[in-house]
């Protein structure tokens, strides 16, 4: 990996560890659970969301990919969930897209950090910005799922991290 990619990937590598820790206790009615009084997302939109952008930044890097998330996770609010994947789906879907997110940040060149994203919310900037940013808006959502586990009286990530280290 070239070293101006180290620290964002290893920031983007904490979140692979603690998503399947969230996700690990969840029953597919608590992942679908809405926040602010069935207003606000789910731990299920939350990591749909997180998905949908970790697909946009592997293409970014160079390897093109379709998302499966991008309508109901990047384009629209949060819903009910009905239509959402199962906690089980989101955990090989994690599992899948880590694994392409950590080979596409391994295979990334110093042309392609450097390359100027088209369009989009990044365009005009860096590709190494994006990545950056990738590593900052993942932080911030599990940060939110965090939250939301603690309103739905579960232990927060740190909690789980804590447990795990435990046994």
């Known amino acids: 990996m070239i070293p101006a990619l180290e620290s964002a990937a290893g920031s983007l590598a904490l979140t ?12 597919d009615e608590l992942a679908r659970q809405r926040t602010r009084g069935g207003e606000g997302p789910s731990i299920a939109w939350e990591v749909g969301h997180i998905l949908e952008h970790r697909c946009q930044l592997i ?16 384009t629209s609010s949060a819903t009910d969930g009905a239509g959402y994947p199962t906690v089980a789906e989101f955990l090989e879907h994690w599992r899948r897209v880590a694994t392409d997110l ?41 940060g939110a799922l965090g939250a939301i586990r603690k309103t739905l009286g579960l232990p927060g990530p740190s909690e789980l991290v804590m447990a795990q280290a435990a046994r």
């Not at 293409?59 to 991008?70: I, Q, V, W």
Request: hydrophobic share 45%; charged share 20%.
């Open 16 to 27: 692979n560890m603690l998503v399947p820790l969230v996700l690990g206790d969840l029953t």
């Open 102 to 142: 950590d080979a596409a940040l391994k295979g990334a060149s110093e042309a392609t950090i450097r390359r100027t994203v088209e369009g989009g919310p990044h365009g005009g900037r860096p590709v190494l910005d994006a990545v950056v940013f990738s590593a900052f808006h993942e932080a911030y959502h599990v």
């Open 59 to 74: 293409a970014l890097l160079g390897t093109p990919r379709e998302s499966p998330f991008r309508e109901a996770f990047a």
